[in-house]
């Protein structure tokens, strides 16, 4: 296990900036995953803590070795670093064995110490008896273990993952999350989880670092992240969430606040600094909405389309008065709604966003035993 440490990296392409003053820090055995769209730097992020590219600025750091400085590159054989890419790259006349012993066989470890760490990195990832077939007679998960055995079994202090479940189909990404999850409790590595699939990042990882055109937008704890988006740029890409303007009337000293939203009060959640302003946006969920009857404080809006989904309808309507707005909520069966229909949407909860787009700094965590994660960073600036 080791900690890594991502201090103020910068790499540019050109006019790019795929990274641009990125600082993370990730504890000994922490499952940090980094989330973000296509093109957001989260593999080139991978890539400068590899030691595949010399970044442009700043540091990093794994374990208690400066592997990355402008003047100072250790190569990537050097980093104690396991990868595994959306690829297998299993060498398909090898057997299960020979494909994880090749990186020990490349070291000029031999046997009977070879046999014994394949032996034992096949049993981790709960493939005993495979070691002599060949990866043609394997299923895409059972290849996917066999890309981790070859990984772990040059003892790796860190583990990288690039999307490694972006090639299977959904019912094995199930099956494969919940490998993931089990192999991370039994070893305590430290894994770094890069993925643009939020449910995959929800599911896994103790912490997610979100990412958008090179910039680290917010590190949370998956909850947190949810409930306490640091931006506009945060709430919409996760969980779908709604930002909507409003008004702060009144705030507690609890982190509770009284917010006009289209003449409607409403109390929410709201950072310990928040003032009242009239400038304020707050993020809604879908969950915190729902249709109510006439005589229940709420919203009037039109639907615009209402969509099944298995045991409920998405209700996707524009509220009155606020043009531009639309927000989508569940609505259980019977849902005969159809576009026009007015409605009226009750609000029981929301948060208002951050006025400077920061939240307050969690500490980085000293080893896996002690992470408690209250609050989140952000990077200065980053909105989007």
Known sequence: MA????????????????????????????????????????????????????????????GETVVSTVTQHVPPERRRIGIVFQSYALWPHMTVAENVAYGLTV??????????????????????GYAERRPSMLSGGQRQRVALARCLVTEP??????????????HLRASMEEEFARFHARTGTTMVYITHDQAEAMALAD??????????????TPSQLYREPADASVAAFIGEGIVVPAEVIDVDSRGRCRVDL??????????????????????????????????????????????????????EAQLDHADGVLVHLAAAEPCRLAPGDAIRIGIDDGWV?????????????????????????VATGADG
Not at 360 to 371: L, M, N, Q, Y
């Open 107 to 128: 070291a000029g470890v031999r046997d009977p110490e070879r046999t014994r760490r394949v032996d034992a990195a096949l049993t981790l990832v709960e493939l005993e």
């Open 353 to 377: 966003l951050p006025e400077t787009g920061e939240i307050v700094d969690s500490t980085a965590p000293e080893s896996a035993d002690s992470r408690r994660f209250d609050g989140g960073t």
């Open 3 to 62: 900690r890594l440490i991502v201090d103020c990296v910068t790499k540019t392409f050109g006019a790019l900036h795929a990274l641009d003053q990125v600082s993370l820090d990730v504890g000994d055995g922490e499952f940090m995953a980094i989330l973000g769209p296509s093109g957001c730097g989260k593999t080139t992020l991978l890539r400068q803590i590899a030691g595949f590219d010399k970044l442009d600025g700043g540091r990093i750091v794994i």
């Open 157 to 170: 202090s860190l583990v990288l993952l690039d999307e490694p479940l972006a090639n299977l189909d959904v």
């Open 262 to 315: 289209f003449g409607l009060s409403v109390s929410m959640r709201c950072p310990l600094a928040q003032t009242p302003t009239r400038a304020a946006r707050v993020c809604l969920r879908a969950a915190n909405l729902a249709i109510v009857g006439a005589g229940v404080p709420g919203i009037g809006a039109r639907v615009v389309r209402s969509v099944y989904q298995g045991g409920h309808f998405r209700v």
């Open 207 to 220: 912490r997610i670092a979100v990412m958008d055109r090179g910039r680290l937008l917010q590190v949370a």
